[in-house]
């Protein structure tokens, strides 16, 4: 991607601390995909100590996780500091305080995790990877914190997501108006370049569908979904133009609806157990001798 395509961290946070109190009305999908990768997950056979869901907005996949391993302690990062908030208010109260398995919280971004070196034993991610620039910064960062032997599992957007959208704005203006998202292949080949072992994707369309064109964009606000690339047009859309768009996009209704297309990519993969071998400028390799017992 150009760097006009990139996204800007700073409005992707703003974005989404605003929208907190508004996500679980409007997040359908989220939920959706979630409950699709957990039923992926109960087909592994793992028993993480320490769990990360990286980017866990309101904390509606950590509940499933706890539930999944209870005798696991689960880490909740997010981008978004208004996130984490509604995540705890909604485990307030008696019961939560006394919760000794209440999740730790964490706010950071997932291509810098405040996170010490194989600390932990799985990483969920659902919908997060979407908003980075360099996923490879990601995948590397993923890689550092897992243990050998540690399972990586996400759920990101491919190019086709929102394609109506997409060629309605292209027929305005040249502007970026909807954010730009990465193939499926690049993903896995990045995986495999960051050092994971026997990586596993697929791919599926899901479409959601509207009476009209406001509902829709007012679901992507209310998740924090806006585009936030560093090309995109500042100011309001003036009338004729937001008219013009409207009536591009109905080109594309079909049984008197408006779809809305997302391309949503899986991937699962797993950190090696031991570590490549590190080749010298000469070509040689470098050769690790560890005592019995030290990992």
Request: charged content about 25%; proline content about 5%; hydrophobic content about 40%.
């Amino acid at each position: 991607m150009t760097e006009a395509f990139y996204t800007d961290k700073t409005a992707v946070r703003a974005a989404f601390d605003k929208a907190a109190t508004t996500y679980d009305a409007a997040a359908f999908l989220q939920r959706e995909i979630a409950q699709r990768m957990g039923e992926r997950l109960q087909y592994i056979r793992v028993q993480p100590e320490r769990v990360l869901d990286a980017g866990c907005g309101t904390g509606y996949a950590s509940a499933m996780l706890r539930e999944r391993y209870p005798q696991s302690r689960l880490l909740e990062l997010d981008l978004a500091p208004g996130m984490l908030r509604v995540a705890r208010d909604q485990r307030s109260g008696l019961k939560a305080l006394f919760d000794r398995r209440k999740p730790l919280q964490l706010c950071g971004d997932i291509e810098a995790l405040p996170l010490a070196t194989g600390s932990v034993d799985l990483i969920w991610s659902n919908l997060a990877l979407q908003w980075c620039n360099t996923p490879d910064a990601a995948f590397k960062e993923f890689l550092r914190v897992l243990k050998p032997g540690g399972l990586l599992m996400f759920s990101t957007l491919g190019p086709d997501t929102l394609k109506e959208l997409r060629a309605a704005f292209a027929d305005v203006d040249g502007a970026t108006h909807v954010n730009h998202f990465i193939d499926m292949h690049d993903l896995g080949d990045a995986l495999v370049n960051s050092g994971f072992a026997t990586p596993v994707m697929d791919m599926e369309y899901i479409t959601l569908t509207y009476p009209e064109l406001k509902p829709l964009l007012a679901d992507l606000k209310g998740i924090g979904a806006q585009n936030a690339t560093l090309g995109r047009r500042n100011g309001l859309m003036g009338k004729s133009t937001w008219q013009r768009m409207v009536a591009s996009y109905e080109r594309f209704r079909r049984d008197g609806e408006l779809p809305a297309t997302y391309e949503v990519v899986y991937g699962h993969a797993w950190k090696p157990e031991t570590a490549p071998a590190q080749k010298r400028a000469d070509g040689s390799q470098v050769i690790e001798f560890r005592p019995r017992g030290q990992a």
